[in-house]
């Protein structure tokens, strides 16, 4: 799918975005309101080499009656050796998804890779915190991967019944999954977290937080965090996701 990509492709290109061109092998309707789609890499995993890593993403092109229009999502089971993987798309109004619902075999993206990175903490935390939502759940995923050893909490905002059903990959031996049914535009979650969060903090300096919700809730949790638990800017790994009226 030719997509142009008007400023914002310059500017990307500028700052040395490099261009693929991703096709769709199959697709895989996981509920109602999630899609997983797998592709060919056009050779980016390749030219990823040793930069691959948790969570990276890619910023994909969609066309919106002609004018360009990009999102980003995080890449699921790369496999550099085949150069395939999928993506997986939390289904709402927009045209990213739009494009999802109809995907056949044969369709193309064009992406962008750039901006895309990953900083380990160090020290390796002794639990991982993780607050997230269906749109953020690849890169929570990925996360499960690549600290398979590492005992996990994951507050998991859900939207929709059918988002309990979603594949988290858990360790039953090591992970603990709590469900937060949406509420308040955020609320309930962001009161879930304070009111639980706190007792798994036995050490700001050692704790560690990834959280992807909605911009609003991230900034809050991320404030909360930062101020009321203290917790150092290098422990909290906080990322807006996604807009209520975004695509």
């Given at each position: 799918?030719?997509?142009?990509?008007?400023?914002?492709?310059?500017?990307?290109?500028?700052?040395?975005?490099?261009?693929?061109?991703?096709?769709?092998?199959?697709?895989?309707?996981?509920?109602?309101?999630?899609?997983?789609?797998?592709?060919?890499?056009?050779?980016?995993?390749?030219?990823?080499?040793?930069?691959?890593?948790p969570?990276?993403?890619?910023?994909?092109w969609?066309?919106?009656?002609?004018?360009?229009?990009?999102?980003?999502?995080?890449?699921?089971?790369?496999?550099?050796?085949?150069?395939?993987?999928?993506?997986?798309?939390?289904?709402?109004?927009?045209?990213?998804?739009?494009?999802?619902?109809?995907?056949t075999v044969?369709?193309?993206?064009?992406a962008?890779?750039?901006?895309?990175?990953?900083?380990?903490?160090?020290?390796?935390?002794?639990?991982?915190?993780?607050?997230?939502?269906?749109?953020?759940?690849?890169?929570?995923?990925?996360?499960?991967?690549?600290?398979?050893?590492?005992?996990?909490?994951?507050?998991?905002?859900?939207?929709?019944?059918?988002?309990?059903?979603?594949?988290?990959?858990?360790?039953?031996?090591?992970?603990?999954?709590?469900?937060?049914?949406?509420?308040?535009d955020?609320?309930?979650?962001?009161?879930?977290?304070r009111?639980?969060l706190?007792?798994?903090?036995?050490?700001?300096?050692?704790?560690?937080?990834?959280?992807?919700?909605?911009?609003?809730?991230?900034?809050?949790?991320?404030?909360?965090?930062?101020?009321?638990?203290?917790?150092?800017?290098?422990?909290?790994n906080g990322?807006?996701?996604?807009?209520?009226?975004?695509?």
């Amino acid at each position: 799918m030719a997509v142009g990509k008007g400023w914002e492709g310059v500017v990307l290109k500028l700052l040395r975005g490099k261009d693929f061109t991703f096709t769709v092998t199959g697709a895989e309707q996981v509920t109602p309101h999630y899609r997983r789609i797998e592709f060919t890499d056009g050779g980016l995993l390749a030219a990823a080499g040793d930069s691959a890593h948790p969570t990276m993403w890619v910023r994909l092109w969609f066309s919106d009656n002609g004018k360009p229009h990009q999102r980003a999502y995080t890449l699921v089971d790369p496999d550099p050796a085949a150069g395939t993987f999928a993506l997986e798309f939390a289904l709402h109004e927009g045209v990213a998804s739009d494009w999802a619902r109809n995907a056949t075999v044969g369709d193309t993206l064009e992406a962008t890779v750039q901006g895309t990175g990953f900083a380990a903490p160090e020290p390796a935390p002794e639990r991982l915190l993780m607050i997230g939502d269906p749109a953020s759940l690849p890169a929570i995923n990925s996360l499960l991967d690549a600290y398979r050893q590492t005992p996990a909490t994951i507050w998991f905002e859900t939207h929709h019944e059918a988002d309990a059903d979603l594949p988290v990959r858990l360790d039953p031996d090591r992970h603990d999954l709590r469900l937060v049914p949406r509420s308040g535009d955020g609320a309930a979650l962001v009161e879930r977290i304070r009111a639980e969060l706190p007792a798994l903090v036995a050490d700001p300096e050692s704790a560690y937080v990834w959280l992807a919700c909605d911009t609003a809730t991230t900034r809050t949790l991320t404030g909360y965090l930062r101020k009321d638990l203290r917790l150092p800017k290098q422990r909290v790994n906080g990322l807006g996701y996604w807009r209520p009226t975004a695509a």
